[in-house]
């Protein structure tokens, strides 16, 4: 068994129903937690679970949703008022606290979160009744091979997707020969076959084609460029010629005007109008500008603007006339221009059609056109225009051609691709087909032969609570035909049959509980946590001892065991000695409180440590301890009684103490002794007949003053209830190991021993 | 040894053994097995590594 690192104490703040913090302190390897339903063993449970799953399973159970973790917190605290820390002996802690619905979990040394491995009652009603599917689900956390589940996928997924791929080449291929077979057809050549025939298609050079409609695109551009100039020269033109009949008519009246106001002519005009403008910008003249005099000076500004006043109209004729000149000579300009820009366009035209060997006729149609009068006296564009329409349609022509070497290639391209990635995914298929069923088979072997050795413990420890039962031929298979699927088989009457078919539910019940305990020592044990949550449902009496040793012997393998159970009698056994409690420490809950939450108490004390704690801490009170003496003696008398078959009276309403003290007859007693094991593993050897022989002599105290009220209890002395007390825990001393209770093991045919020999009982039979 | 490093260790042993994926292909493999992270893409490219090698060397 590895060196296990046993705990030390797990407090729970705000969690589930524990509305107040809850300090556990654990004192054994094994816990059990006893406690009526609603008590808050669940609780525990899940706070485990918190720390080491980031959960909690209880709520599994429950249709709640998926948002779970709103369910964490007591009622009416927050998420983050939770908190769940789990000490070691050692000194290593663990702390989880929750953050939405992740737990976070600090520790405080180097090792690692306890695994924690909780069972609750669903789990093994579903490990042994439900389909073999589910029951898989059950153990499969515990054959924990999920990288491998994953490489599996993987592999599982790259086989479908070959799959695909081969079927989709397999289709593109059938398509791509197609549309070259058409093709072909359309080209109206029969041979060679379609793939080669398209290979030549595509070598042949294409240059040729996009050269031409490059240069086409080119000079379709140019003419468009130039006729659009063209169109500007004649607008121009048009303007022009609409200028000079406007010139005329604004000289005409210009004539006639001065004719009317007797201008000499239109150079007086200008002077008077120079003149003007002269003394706008020099007032106050002194002299005449021209003559230098001053005689006439005075009044030459008004008189000048008097004259222009008369020779207004010739004024505003005279403008209207400069103006047509100046118009008309602009247009002669930009007409000037844009002749020079279309010549040049002309040139350009001439040197692009050198380039266009294929398409002869608009060539020469072209050249020559722009041949005349080196091109500049074209002004009608209609052949242009029906030049551009013959090249857009040779172009159309050209693009069809390219369009179905383009469409031939892009169809012969897809042969290829699909063609090379058939072929290699042909090789890689069988490799695959290989590789994941060598996959398959080990991970089916390596789960078959774990599935297999935990048959052999389930066995083994089914063997222990159901001896000579011959139901311990249990077969753990996992479903050849199916993924995830466990069968489980046991022979009945020699027959391979289903348990849930013949088992009863208490074996059953057992059953489940080895697979459980089976399952979770198969990894690391001395690293994990067995929670086992009210698991005990109906095993009956005669087994519930030995599967509680069972249970104790096991708990050894792990960290810890914490078992929650309702299950009075195994916490009343405890009391009663009559289970070894050596590395079990019993915690009873209180009845769940509101406010106060999830309560402890130490119930779980031996009532024979009670009677010793009565006699030593308040022996004058006599009562308790008759009481308890008595109660504890009808104990020892029963185990005696029962375990050497002494004869005692049947009665209806259950024995006496008187009975059992009876049935211990004289020459028996003489025979009956105990050896107890002391520290240094010597024996000290107890002779029974005297005490019981005294407790035969004083038992009646029990009746006086343990028992009910009696009058006659007043007169009895105090010492002699003491002295009834101090002779039964001398025998309970005796007959039970506080660690390892009664000797009920029968060794080497000589003396009944507790576990581990720490008392043994003499004789081996009634004499 | 987790239970998924020790059938690991089988799967690759029978892997090498039938000399299905070369050896640095499967080292490659086996680290992305391990962490879990391990998609169908990585065991084509370790296929088509290794044959991709076989088909140089033959």
New interface residues.
Partial sequence: MANVVKLNRLSITGLRGVSQPLDIQFEKSMTLVYGENGTGKTSICDALDFLGNGECGSLGDISVGSGKHRFWPFIGQDIQDISVTLEAIDGSSWNATAIGNRVNVALTSSRAVPVVKVWRRKQLMDLILATPANRFQVIEPFIDISEIDRSETALRKLQANIEQALNQAAIRISESLATLEDQRRLAGVDLPEAVEWARQEIGKSVENVDTELAALTSVTGTIGILVETIGQVNELKAELEQNRENLTDVQHIFNQVQKRVNADNEETLDILESAQLFFHAHENMEACPLCESSENISGLPQRVEQKLSELSELSEAKATRDAAIAAHQQKEEQLKRINGRMEQQILGLKEELKQVEPFELSREILSELLDQDNGTAISDTTKLNTIIENIEQRKTGLSEQKGRRDSLQAALDQYDQNVESQTENNILKPKIDRLLEMHETERKRFVGEILSSIAGEVGRLYEEIHPGEGLNQIALQLDPRRRASLDIQSEFLNQPVPPGAYFSSSHLDSLGLCILIALAKLESPEDAILVLDDILGSIDEPHVDRLVQLLYTESQHFMHTLVTTHYHAWHHKIRRGQLRNANCQVIELRKWHEVNGVTTQNSGRPLLDILRANIHDNPSEIEPIAANAGHLLEQLGDFLVSHYECSVPKKVHGNTLNDYLDGLKSRFLKHLCVEIKRADDTYVEVQLEPLISELKDIYQVRNTSGAHYNELASHLPPADVLRFGELVVELGDALICAENGYPTRMKNGEYWATSGETRRLHPLHRP | M???E???E??RD??ST?Q??DGNELQSVEEL????R???????LA??NT?FKEDNSG
Avoid: F
Wanted: proline share 0%; aromatic share 8%; charged share 35%.
């Fill in positions: 987790s239970k998924a020790e059938l690991w089988r799967i029978v892997i039938d299905l994926v097995v391990k962490t879990g391990i998609t169908s893409e990585d065991w084509r296929l088509e044959i």
